[in-house]
């Protein structure tokens, strides 16, 4: 069973970085494509990241391409999104997902395991 736990989020200001994690308790990670989500209140949750359970296929928006990164340790159970120049639209709860295949995350933004989210907040 995947349970999924996100941690690093925080306040930091424009410009700055923090880096995601989301760890897997069950200890299956490896077997799952993984992903991050974001929503800010009042908005619509938005796809953030993709990343294949290898690592060797990963995905973003246009809106992050750049500026963020998806990686992942299948021998810690683990899923990290670095995210360096933030932005205050940054501002959001961010999820961690995962799914057996990753184009339901990459293309049509669904999962079947969702984390609780960690809150990222960016002062400008």
């Known amino acids: 069973q995947v349970q999924l736990v996100e941690s690093g989020g925080g306040l930091v200001q424009a410009g700055g970085s923090l880096r995601l994690s989301c760890a897997d308790t069950g200890r299956t990670f490896g077997n799952y494509a993984a992903g991050w989500f974001r929503q800010a209140p009042g908005n619509e949750r938005e796809f953030v990241a993709a990343?294949?359970?290898?690592?060797?296929?990963?995905y973003y928006p246009e809106s992050v391409k750049g500026r963020f990164t998806i990686s992942r340790d299948n021998a810690k159970n683990t899923v990290y999104l670095q995210m360096n120049s933030l932005k205050p639209e940054d501002t959001a709860l961010y999820y961690c997902?995962?799914?057996?295949?990753?184009?339901?995350?990459?293309?049509?933004?669904?999962?079947?395991?969702w984390g609780q989210g960690t809150q990222v907040t960016v002062s400008s």
């Open positions: 997902a995962a799914d057996r295949d990753y184009l339901r995350i990459g293309v049509r933004h669904e999962a079947d395991y």
């Open positions: 990343i294949s359970w290898s690592g060797g296929n990963t």
